[in-house]
């Protein structure tokens, strides 16, 4: 079906520490995924994407993982910060007519100082 | 380079009246997007227009939804009549490309 799942709704790191959020997607015709920043009162800010040609893409302390055999998607973050804290989603894409993103429920990292 | 704006930012309403949302994109996205975000969930897509035309709106409730984008630029979402379980953030979203959507601040209601 089309459902983008994550494997856990809260996540707390250290400052400093490297922080890892994993994804689960269920449609293998999914082609595109994308990675969400959602700060509190604020719409979804785009952080990274990722074509299933690829199996790795990185950005400013980000880095995306992706997994196709398992359907597998990591979004890794490196020294994170406090102003990291936010709820991250990963959508996937597909073209079923549309090409409409699909989200999942969303992981809240919280970074401790 | 603006983002996607939309109004109002809050709404309160009690059920059964009706409610309008504006959105205007990211000047040159072709495309644009309504979501309906539930507390604590992800963003679940209502309808998606490509320049004034309707691409995908089997999501939308279309009983008590509407939605239109005259001209192909901005865009509003209404509801009517409003029930307690549309109390959501509605957000509005844009793309060029139609793959990777930026959003904007989106508009919290609640309904009473």
């Known amino acids: 079906g089309e459902s983008v799942g994550l494997h856990l709704p809260t996540l707390s790191v250290q400052e400093g520490d490297n922080s890892i959020i994993n994804c689960a997607y269920s449609?293998?015709?999914?082609?595109?995924f994308i990675w969400y920043k959602q700060e509190s009162g604020k719409g979804p800010q785009f952080i990274i994407d990722?074509?299933?040609?690829?199996d790795k893409r990185q950005g400013q302390r980000v880095t995306v993982l992706l997994n196709k055999t398992v359907k597998h998607l990591s979004l890794q973050i490196a020294a994170t910060q406090p102003g990291d804290s936010a709820v991250y989603f990963c959508?996937?894409?597909?073209?079923?007519?549309?090409?409409?993103?699909?989200f999942g429920k969303g992981t809240k990292l919280t970074v401790n100082p | 380079e603006a983002g996607v704006a939309q109004s109002p930012r809050y709404k309160i309403i009690e059920k059964r009246q009706s409610v309008a949302f504006w959105c205007n994109p990211i000047?040159?996205?072709?495309?644009l997007y309504w979501y309906q975000q539930i507390l604590g969930q992800g963003p679940k897509l209502l309808i998606q227009?490509?320049?004034?035309?309707?691409?995908?709106d089997s999501q939308l409730p279309k009983d008590r939804f509407s939605a239109e984008r005259l001209k192909g630029v901005d865009s509003t979402l209404k509801i009517q009549p409003a029930k307690l379980e549309d109390s959501a953030v509605y957000l509005c979203?844009?793309?060029?490309?139609?793959?990777?959507?930026?959003f904007g601040p989106g508009t919290r209601l609640t309904v009473l």
């Open positions: 979203a844009s793309s060029p490309t139609g793959r990777t959507e930026f």
């Open positions: 449609n293998s015709a999914s082609d595109y």
């Open positions: 990722i074509r299933s040609n690829m």
């Open positions: 959508a996937e894409n597909f073209q079923g007519g549309s090409e409409k993103l699909v």
């Open positions: 000047s040159g996205h072709a495309t």
């Open positions: 227009f490509q320049n004034n035309g309707v691409v995908d």
